[in-house]
């Protein structure tokens, strides 16, 4: 029987989180779904979104100026320093531009963006729903979804590319001030390398990345806001999960995206 008991115990151990993860994917997977419905039909709210658009996007250009222009500086002195040990430094430009725009811009904006942007949508409708404003929606037959969710997903949607192709062009002046700096290329130079390697389909697979980005950052935001319980603890805590889950959700979407995107341009095919 004590045997028995102590592998019930171990089961239950190892079950209960597994449950638990489960039963929060799925609502989790049910409420975007929800926010998705009710945001692609009327009524839209314009006011509320242009005024969330400011606060998540215009807000957020200082940190993303500040990460991009410091990534595209790494990157340029890092693979620079490498490929120039092989004679290859014609190709320190197209290879920065690249990997910029197709990985390293689209993923740290939607990091640091995200970031601040779910934390901050997560501590507003989390303190609302502790405060039962929500509930107060509710009695006077105003949809919460459609009031709080709709204007965060569209402007974060509308948004988070925007900033992307700000950032995009914050790290490629970056690059180019370390490569005319520390490298010796001259910027008009680098300009032309840039043009001779960089095609659109290279700023198309990123800026496409980070309109789904965007809506994992506003549904996860919005859906921890909504299930935000125990007060002032609660919001902390809620806040909290909100930023890890983003941060996963983004680097686990960006491999599936990255594959998809390879093989519809033919990467994969040889």
Same mark, same amino acid.
């Given at each position: 029987?004590?045997?028995?008991?102590?592998?019930?115990?171990?089961?239950?151990?190892?079950?209960?989180?597994?449950?638990?993860?489960?039963?929060?994917?799925?609502?989790?997977?049910?409420?975007?779904?929800?926010?998705?419905?009710?945001?692609?039909?009327?009524?839209?709210?314009?006011?509320?979104?242009?005024?969330?658009?400011?606060?998540?996007?215009?807000?957020?250009?200082?940190?993303?100026?500040?990460?991009?222009?410091?990534? /595209?500086?790494?990157?340029?002195?890092?693979? @620079?320093?490498?490929?120039?040990?092989?004679?290859?430094?014609?190709?320190?430009? @197209?290879?920065?531009?690249?990997?910029?725009?197709?990985?390293?811009?689209?993923?740290?904006?939607?990091?640091?963006?995200?970031?601040?942007?779910?934390?901050?949508?997560?501590?507003?409708?989390?303190?609302?729903?502790?405060?039962?404003?929500?509930?107060?929606?509710?009695?006077?037959?105003?949809?919460?979804?459609?009031?709080?969710?709709?204007?965060?997903?569209?402007?974060?949607?509308?948004?988070?590319?925007?900033?992307?192709?700000?950032?995009?062009?914050? /790290?490629?002046?970056?690059?180019?001030?370390?490569?005319?700096?520390?490298?010796?290329?001259?910027?008009?130079?680098?300009?032309?390398?840039?043009?001779?390697?960089?095609?659109?389909?290279?700023?198309?697979?990123?800026?496409?990345?980070?309109?789904?980005?965007?809506?994992?950052?506003?549904?996860? @935001?919005?859906?921890?806001?909504?299930?935000?319980?125990?007060?002032?603890?609660?919001?902390?805590?809620?806040?909290?999960?909100?930023?890890?889950?983003?941060?996963?959700?983004?680097?686990?979407?960006?491999?599936?995206?990255?594959?998809?995107?390879?093989?519809?341009?033919?990467?994969?095919? @040889?």
């Amino acid at each position: 029987m004590g045997t028995l008991d102590r592998t019930l115990s171990v089961s239950e151990t190892i079950g209960r989180p597994i449950v638990s993860f489960c039963r929060e994917a799925g609502e989790l997977a049910r409420f975007a779904f929800l926010a998705f419905q009710v945001s692609l039909t009327p009524p839209i709210r314009p006011r509320l979104i242009v005024h969330q658009m400011l606060s998540i996007g215009v807000k957020s250009l200082p940190i993303a100026t500040l990460t991009a222009m410091f990534v /595209g500086m790494v990157l340029v002195l890092q693979t @620079g320093t490498q490929l120039l040990k092989f004679g290859a430094r014609q190709y320190i430009p @197209g290879l920065a531009f690249i990997a910029l725009a197709r990985e390293m811009v689209p993923v740290f904006t939607a990091v640091v963006v995200g970031a601040r942007v779910a934390a901050s949508i997560t501590a507003e409708i989390g303190t609302m729903k502790v405060t039962e404003q929500i509930d107060a929606m509710d009695v006077l037959n105003v949809d919460p979804v459609r009031y709080l969710v709709v204007p965060r997903f569209w402007a974060t949607v509308l948004m988070l590319p925007v900033v992307s192709v700000y950032s995009l062009l914050t /790290g490629f002046l970056g690059g180019m001030f370390v490569s005319a700096a520390g490298l010796q290329i001259n910027p008009r130079l680098y300009y032309t390398i840039t043009k001779q390697f960089a095609t659109l389909t290279d700023f198309y697979s990123g800026l496409a990345k980070t309109f789904v980005f965007g809506a994992i950052i506003a549904v996860v @935001g919005c859906f921890y806001g909504f299930h935000t319980r125990g007060g002032a603890e609660g919001v902390g805590r809620a806040t909290t999960t909100s930023v890890v889950i983003v941060l996963i959700l983004i680097l686990i979407w960006d491999y599936i995206l990255t594959s998809w995107i390879l093989a519809v341009t033919g990467v994969f095919r @040889g």
